[in-house]
């Protein structure tokens, strides 16, 4: 005959399953962003260092004040890590 002990297991086990399933799908799309949100770091830091030697190549059209803030920026910028 129809076992109901048997057919609770089994749902069960049916929804721990589904929760595990949902729960690694959900940690490998967390994986994801993060590895994108490293991608678009490191294109933003190349971006900077870009704009830092063009920056340094064009030194004399600064004021001596804005020269100066812009050296403390690099140099924070550089010291970030």
Do not use: H, P
């Amino acid at each position: 005959m129809f076992d109901f002990a048997d057919a609770v297991k089994s749902v069960g086990e049916a929804f721990t399953s589904l929760f595990n399933y949902f729960s690694k799908s959900k940690e490998a799309q967390s994986e994801s962003e993060v590895i994108k949100d490293k991608r678009k770091a490191e294109r933003a830091n190349n971006i900077a260092e870009e704009i830092f030697l063009l920056v340094d190549k064009c030194r004399y059209g600064f004021s001596d004040k804005d020269w100066d803030a812009y050296l403390d920026l690099k140099k924070d910028f550089n010291n970030k890590d």
